[in-house]
Each structure stands twice: as structure tokens, then as C-alpha cells.
């Protein structure tokens, strides 16, 4: 029985181009990219070539982009960076209930330091409100971070919108794209954001790797101390290898965008439709509108997360759900209860399946009628 995997927002294939250009920098680029002779040369234009790639992505300079080790560091050196760098401006923070662990628990952390954070909650649909970004911003607000899609349900954000709203303002504007970037075309010269997270394996890129876009002139002070690599940003060595490999990640998504977006748009499509007709009684958690193609997240009345993923897995399903997993039990979800409210049945019966370069339209078939019976067998 070959397995079907539906959690790409966990993380991604590696595309058999990424390691085919991955591998001979590995056996033949060792050098540091710091040093001046010519092995550490090889290694820089290396590194070079690929900042202009990123930077070029997302209509940026390279100057702007930092190499990170992810998109967790990424988010951190924003959150926590900014913070460090303009506390003379002000302590107060706006995020929302539904970000990552990367962007909360930073925020928890610059809380504990004596930062004061906003957490801007969500309605129904999984949405912030612009009007409460509004209300929330004051004259010492030094930053806002809130992020594109959620890796949960793939709900879109206004980011647009908030970041107009910030144009006059001194906060610096975070978003963490990590789960967008892979479908969604955004440009710095457009969207005006001061701060992007990136990561590389959301994106059939190699995982330990990732950038933050910095908007020149934006203030950041540096996480981690040690050699002046980054400009300053970032200490340490360049993992050389896999920035290659995230590149090169970068020039498949920047061709394929578009066709990928439209497969997993069909995919989700099927899968949906497939659970209909094998009439499995569901709703999709979030507004359908403001999804993006590639994650769906879906509930099931009557049954358990923890069951079901474990039913899904011995049938060879790979799913997930977005609650964490302490102690062998499954926490239940902070962005659905965000938007339900805690204690609402949605937060533990509800899983996140999500498309990608591992599916076809017969497995995702096969997939979701797998999912229906055991459905309707745990819901009996
Ligand atoms: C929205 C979002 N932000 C940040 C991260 C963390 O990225 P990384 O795994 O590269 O540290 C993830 C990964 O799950 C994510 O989905």
C-alpha cells in the first residue's frame, strides 16, 4: 500500500531539481564563504547568486534579504530584532491570535522582557479586521506582524490593507509568508511591508533553511552574536548547500506558480466532492473564498482528531491536524479556537489536509474516500 501524503504545509517533497543542484555544491563547494581565497569565493558567488534570485522573487534589492537557518528564525530575528532595535520608540507590539508558534512564542518572550502585545483576535471566516489593527495601533506601537496565510485553515489576511494603514505610522510591518510564498506573487515595491519570513521547505526547497526580506532602512538588531556575516544581521556560516537548494526551489515556483495554484485548486475541488458523494457529513473550517488552493481544513462532527489520525495513518493517509501534540494527547487548536471560541467541538474533531507535488488526481481520490470510511465508521 503505498502511503498518500496531504501535509504539504508541513512541510514538502524535495524537488529532484533541488538536489540535483544541491549535491555538487555539497561534494565540491566546501569552502566559507567568508574567506578570501578562492574556495571561499566559489562559495560566495554561490550565496550571491542566489540572494539576487530571492531578492528578485519578491521585487526586492539583495542588500534586503537575510539567510536564515528557516522560517522560525526568520519570524524571530523580525519580531524580537525590531523590538530590540527601537524600544527607545516605543514597547507596544499587535499580532494576532492565529500566528504561528514562531511569531506567538516570540511574542510571549518580548512580553516576559517587558513588551506589551496585542493579540488582534479573528471572526468565523478566520479573518482579522483591518478596523481592529486600526483601533489597536498607538503612538508608541513599534511594530505589527501578522501573516499572510494561515498554516492552518489557508486563510488569507488582509495584508494590503494593513499595510496601507501603516504607511504614516512608525510601527514596522511583519508578515510572515511562509506558507504563501509558494502561491501567491508579492512584490515589496507594492505591498508596503518592512519585514517578510521565508522558509525554505514549504516549498520543495531543503528544510534549515529560509530568509527574512528587510526593507532598507527598516532597524533590526541582530539575535545572534559572533562573525559579521549577513551584513550584521545574521551571525554564522551560510549553509552554502542548501541556500543553493532553496534557490534554486525558488526558480521552480517562480515558473510554475501559476499552474500549481490551479492543480490544487482542482485537487482540493476533488476532495471535497469526493467526500460528498461518498456523503460524509463535514464543513470546511474558514471562509471558502479566503482559502487559499492549497489547504483545507475540515471538520468532522462526532469524531476525534487523535482517532482519526491515527485511523488515517494505518490506512495510509498522512494528515494533520493544526493542535499540538503534548504527552499523547492532542491539544486542541489555537487558531480554530480563535475562531470558535474554546471549548467549540470544531477545535478537536477538525483535520488539515494540504495539496502538493506528492499528489495526483487519483490519489487524492483515493485519499478521500479512505477518509470517508473511516469516517463513517468513527462517527457511527
Ligand atoms: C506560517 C509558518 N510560519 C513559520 C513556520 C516555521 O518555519 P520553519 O519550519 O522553516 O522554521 C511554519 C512552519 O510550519 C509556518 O507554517
Not at 127 to 132: E, F, L
Not at 241 to 248: I, L
Request: aromatic share 6%.
Amino acid at each position: 500500500m503505498e502511503s498518500i501524503y496531504l501535509d504539504h504545509a508541513a512541510t514538502t517533497p524535495v524537488h529532484p531539481k533541488v538536489i540535483e543542484a544541491m549535491l555538487p555544491v555539497t561534494q565540491e563547494v566546501y569552502g566559507n564563504p567568508s574567506s578570501v581565497h578562492q574556495f571561499g569565493r566559489k562559495a560566495r558567488r554561490i550565496l550571491d547568486q542566489a540572494r539576487r534570485t530571492a531578492a528578485k522573487s519578491i521585487g526586492a534589492n539583495e542588500k534586503e534579504i537575510v539567510f536564515t537557518s528557516g522560517g522560525t528564525e526568520a519570524d524571530n530575528l523580525a519580531i524580537i530584532g525590531t523590538a530590540m532595535a527601537n524600544k527607545e520608540k516605543g514597547k507596544h507590539i499587535i499580532t494576532t491570535n492565529v500566528e504561528h508558534h514562531a511569531t506567538l512564542h516570540a511574542a510571549e518572550y518580548l512580553e516576559s522582557t517587558g513588551f506589551e502585545v496585542t493579540y488582534l483576535p479573528v471572526d468565523e471566516t478566520g479573518s482579522v479586521r483591518v478596523q481592529d489593527v486600526k483601533e489597536a495601533l498607538r503612538e508608541d506601537t513599534i511594530l505589527v506582524s501578522i501573516m499572510m496565510v494561515n498554516n492552518e485553515t489557508g486563510i488569507m489576511q488582509p495584508i494590503e490593507e494593513v499595510a496601507d494603514l501603516l504607511k504614516d505610522h512608525q510601527a514596522a510591518f511583519h508578515s510572515d509568508i511562509v506558507q504563501a510564498y509558494g502561491l501567491i506573487e508579492i512584490d515589496v515595491q507594492e505591498l508596503a511591508v518592512d519585514l517578510l519570513a521565508v522558509s525554505g521547505h514549504k516549498i520543495n526547497g531543503p528544510k534549515g533553511v529560509g530568509f527574512l526580506y528587510v526593507r532598507e532602512g527598516t532597524t533590526l538588531a541582530s539575535l545572534q552574536h559572533g562573525g559579521e556575516q549577513e551584513r550584521k544581521r545574521r551571525a554564522g556560516t551560510e549553509n552554502v548547500p542548501a541556500v543553493k537548494g532553496m534557490e534554486e526551489a525558488i526558480m521552480i515556483i517562480l515558473e510554475n506558480r501559476d499552474a500549481y495554484r490551479e492543480k490544487y485548486r482542482s485537487f482540493k475541488e476533488q476532495f471535497l466532492n469526493t467526500l460528498t458523494e461518498e456523503s460524509v457529513n463535514y464543513t470546511v473550517n474558514g471562509s471558502e473564498d479566503k482559502c487559499m488552493e492549497s489547504i483545507v481544513n475540515i471538520s468532522f462532527p462526532g469524531t476525534n482528531v487523535e482517532t482519526m489520525l491515527t485511523n488515517f495513518d494505518l490506512s495510509g493517509v498522512a494528515a494533520s491536524s493544526g493542535s499540538a501534540c503534548t504527552a499523547g494527547s492532542v491539544e486542541p487548536s489555537h487558531v480554530l479556537s480563535a475562531m470558535y471560541g474554546k471549548g467549540d467541538a470544531r477545535t478537536v474533531n477538525s483535520i488539515r489536509f494540504s495539496f502538493g507535488l506528492a499528489n495526483t488526481e487519483e490519489n487524492v481520490k483515493e485519499a478521500a474516500r479512505k477518509v470517508s470510511q473511516i469516517v463513517h465508521r468513527l462517527s457511527e
